[in-house]
């Protein structure tokens, strides 16, 4: 019913609606239209948290306290990777990253990790978009990007 | 029939007459059905559907999520945007519906609820689409101002009070901008008053709310310059609202200001009489602080000026509105931290008192007692605090307690006398 009331509401929650668009929409084109400048920073080790659960008793006072640690729940399918950034000033200070794989891909791939000082060459590239955000992009190992198969996905 | 109560009275009754063969079947569901078109009500049986109808809405939704979550990993960032956008543009289509249709509050509180879902969706996924690492604060501050036109659009309280749950997140981030909460907690501020000043079926639930967005504001605003003027202002003017509810013969339960607003007094009044550090003024305060503490502030004191002469002018509003002023004199050349905690000590006596002699003159034993409360209160303090022997603890002691029974004991009998 087109109401003078209903017309002032469908055209505020018309405006609001389009008003809100403006953030999402912002950030999407700064990913999509804006190239990031990409660096890459050496992997110094890389480790896999494969711990299911811990329990860790904490003396405290009279009192045994006991933690329950399950980083199976946090840190599940992903690869902790230490890294050293490059010396250049617009590069993001980075100490490690959790990379996303699944546990199987991780432990697969993780005897071919080696340390820069053992003759390694693992690199990870970092992409910086002009907002001051920053994303993991590919893993790579002596130059080629490591690219875990999708599950799910039949070949043709 | 007007009364409603009576109305659902009868209603309930038709069961039992039933059985007990004063009415027949037909009768009885005549009545039935002219109760239910009286109350606007739908037969009991709507709602074990409606009940199953939203169980069921809810697994539908929760499937589609763990569906949407086994082949997100295998979609490009675009599919992903577009799974991301279909709430939102579902709550278009629901929200000119609504509109438009004129539906049910119950629809109006799903729209306004689901289209502010959809743009807090749409706000935080692209970070996690582009495995950015966007700005947790941000998002949840721009989640909290896109909600709030819709709540006003909608006229919704359930997403009001999702939003006065929000605000509190807002003070869990050390670098949130002192105006961005001091304007959050405004900005809900006419949508309570809409409801809480007309004849809302919601007004109950939004006085609740509204002690929730005054002890945010509080929190997050009223101590960034002078704390003692900003909580006894908010506890004052909540103590002068919830004596005009009293007045009006509210009931306990709906008229929660009352309540909570003496019992924040009495603890501040007890603070500001024991100890100096609670006429502390922040001089390291921020503009930005200041000015969000002044917003607070002052909102506060002109509903405390709009409040006075709504009430019987009497001795216990004129030390209420006291409590406001006083924070103040500390302002006068001269006037420092241990004057102000004698001038409260003093206050909480001549409060305490005047709240009991107010009490038995009207017989009301509510008053009655939050002075003997007050008066207790400024004992139990003093008691711990001076350096007096225990023999003299003790007289004092005794003397208070034979005087605070005595009268209690020409309280009750007034009380009685009045009765019969």
Redesign the interface.
Known sequence: MLTKTNITRIVAFTLVFAGALYYPVREVLYYECEKPTEYRCKVVSAELNDKEFEIRPKVSGRWQWVDYIFPRAEKANKLLLRLRTPDDPGAPRLNFVYYPMSREFAKKILPSFRSPAEGGNAELEIKCYPNGRWSIGDLLIDGKPVKEPKVGVIAP | MDNKEELRWLLSEVPNLRRAGVLDEANAEALEKHCLGELDLKPPQWRFIYTLFFIGLGMVAAGCVLCVN??W??LS?HWQ?AVCAVP?VLS?IV??VT????KTQLWREFTAVL?AVA?GL??A???QI?????SWREIYV?TLF?AL??IY?FNSIALTTVYVVMLFGLSSWQTSHPLAGAFAALAILPMLHIHISRTSPDRVWSRYLMIAVAGFGLYYCGFNWYPALSALATAGTMLYAGWILSERNERYRCNPWLTVSFVSMLALLAMASADTRFFQIETDASKAALWAYWLFTGAVLATNIRLFPKSRLDAKRICTGLAVLLPLLIFIPGVDARIMKIVFNVYLGVYGGVLMLDGFKRSRLLTYNGGIAMVLMLILCRFFDTEWSRLARSIAFVAIGVVLIAANFIFFRRRFKVGR
Request: charged share 5%.
């Open positions: 086994n082949f990993y295998n960032p945007l939102a278009l929200g000119m509109i438009l249709k004129q289209t743009f749409l706000i996924m692209p970070h582009y495995h950015t690492i966007g721009l896109t036109p819709f659009i």
